[in-house]
């Protein structure tokens, strides 16, 4: 795992040992508990100063809520799509210098887990459905990270690709499809990339002979992941995710965050007293803390010298230039054509009008929700983008209907306290109802109150919502926890149910049961509303209150806003509609109910497009949706989750002044019932993942289905003509490689995605049909060609074989290359005779 040399790794080790020597046993625990929420704790007689972790994997937040913003990444899902490991590293260069400039040591990013089913909730903030494409990427990013002096936390290992009850599940993996599936990117960051850090899951997993929560399961923790592959860095839990003392330390579990309290404390040097924990696994957990000290700058190894935070000579900021040119050509890049006909896009200089249209469009969804959420410095609006981006069109905007079940925070003008001050009154109870603090708070986007006094048990909210405008509107109050709520006097929802830290695991705070209120201002221009809501007790996380109030103001129905949007779009040379998910629809925490468009999307794209045949969709979203019109419109992009330029990407890969080349990196379904693993829901407590090897576009292969759009799908803005393909080296030895000769057909320079897919001769039945084996970009001019070389590993050829470890079966292989998993335009075929060692290579 280390990249010095042999002497100077063996000095520091010493050194660390030494170091661990010199410390009292309570010393040691103290150092394997966080010291608070985001930081470790600090030990200046061995020259240790707190080392500050920060969530990922868009951007890094930092520990302060109302720190400064933080320049927003395109979700991991979007930045997979450019297929180019070149990306992924400037990405995570980024990285490291906005994580230098927020005092930030390691990044709790990425995430590898598959996206085994198109409804999890995290499926945005995951890569892609194919292990090795998720571990190409990741590996290229966590290099990048760590070589600037920026740990990386891989995650969440084990089997967390479900939201549903993810702190109450088992995940059910049987060894094979363990090992060549969900392992296999964990073992390319953790033993290629030399991933510093690495995340234990909330869910429990089984290999069919060990069943523990994943931060104490020792076959994966201490077999797998530290001895066989000798992983020398933390495993930190998820957050709040340890349960026990003894079962996590001897498991393998090195830190347990977030801090203070938790499993271990005095708990854990108990059990080292009484002989149930050996005081050398204690060792080993501490030696592995300072070790990530040292790799991070955070250890100046001189009793009562802390090491100083390095600062860099100039810090980059989250909007400058460089920064906002990284993010919009890879948002840029990773978008991906899904449609072109008539060669519609890009769009010319010399377009007169544009119609841009969709509720997508005028409020563009740019992340997901969950602790990937990062404050922005800006956003590019899309209309702004287009009217730079096209200066002689007349470009008109429309919503076209709402997508949202939920209003929007009641807008701060509306709010007056009791007493006719602007905004909220603010009392805090103690356990007898009397006061113990009061404020006044600004906006109704402020009522998430953090650390309220120590005595206030219950937090009062009073206001006065001014309702200026006639007719019929709709209030929403969304409490956390157990409360009283009333409207002008009359109760409207009480619950005595206190809820705990539970509500941030599973992400209830934020989206808590709502209750609706139908307001006539006609009759009753004044809303008084009045809540008590309990204070929750979020263990490390802190103290809090919540409420969400919010406000929809009369307005047009649904089919009255696409009547307006299709008549602009019919007096428009062009009509661009944007649909998408939203914050209701992806987010942590929870798993999709279905595959559908929020709202009345699909007849607002169905009525512009037959008003104008020039009708190009954008699809905002970073997880799959169905597009029942795919083949009924001229032009369609799918644009992710575009972070901070979202406009000024959208409009790039409009023009063609950046080529939107990303290819799927995972298969469009066109159906909900053609999708081989439709959820993840546990069953009795269990998620068995019964489709063993065949993930994602496997298992389409497997059951003969036909997608909308295949995994690796993209057209780009050229066209190509693959021409020759040959194999040198051998798969035994390490070095084989396919050489495919490609020409570039078109009319512009583009950028291919070479695609290698490898089969065997049907021996066994287990395998999957096919399998991406090997991938490569190239950049190509018009009218040219050039040879793209894809080096295929030996792992790619081999199966895992309980008791022989990996095997590389003889036979006939047959490798294809194309531009998708069902585009595979050229092949040969190799031959496995005799194999050999099986460590040559493992991707």
Known sequence: MSTLAPAEHDRRESALGSLVGALSLEEKVSLLTGFSTWTLTELPSIGLRSMVVSDGPIGVRGVDEDATASAQLAAPSGTAATWDEDVLSELGSLMAREAKRKGVDVVLAPVVNLQRTPVGGRHFECFSEDPLLTARLAGSFVEALQASGIGASVKHFIGNESETDRTDYTARIEERTLREVYLAPFDHVVRDAGAWTVMAAYNAFSDGEEVAPSTEHRGLLTTILKDEWGFDGVVVSDWLANKTTVQSALGGLDLEMPGPGGQWGDALVEAVRDGRVPEEIIDDKVVRILRLAQRVGALSGVPGTVAPREQPARQQQADDPAVREVLRRAAALGTVVLRNEGQLLPLGPGVGSIALLGANAVKPFVQGGGSAHVDAPYLID????????????????????????????????????????????????????EVVGAEVLGSARELWIRNPPEKAATVRYSTVVELAEGGLHEIEVAPVGAHSVSVNGTPLSASEDRVGAEVILNSSYSNPETVALAIDADETPTVVIEAEVQVVDGLAFGRFARIHLRHRAPRQTNEQEIAEAVELASSSDIAIVVVGTNPETESEGWDRVDLALPGDQNELVRRVAAANPRTVVVVNAGAPVLLPWLEDVAAVLWWWLPGQEAGSSLAAALSGAIEPSGRLPWTLPATEEDVPVPNGLPQDGFINYSEGVDVGHRGWDRHDRSPARPFGYGLGYTTWDYLEISASGTPTSGDFALDVRIANTGSRTGREVVQVYLESDGTDAARPVRWLAGFAVAQVDAGETTTVRIPVTRRSFEIWQSGSGWVLPTGQYRLYAGRSSRDLLLDVVVGVDTPADSEASRL
């Open 382 to 433: 899309p209309l702004e983008a287009l009217r730079t981006e096209f200066p002689d069109a007349a470009i008109t905007l429309a919503r076209g209907g709402v997508t949202e079940l939920n209003a929007a925070p009641i807008a701060d003008h509306l709010l007056r306290t009791p007493t006719g001050e602007h905004g909220v009154f603010v009392q805090y109870l103690d356990e007898t109802g």
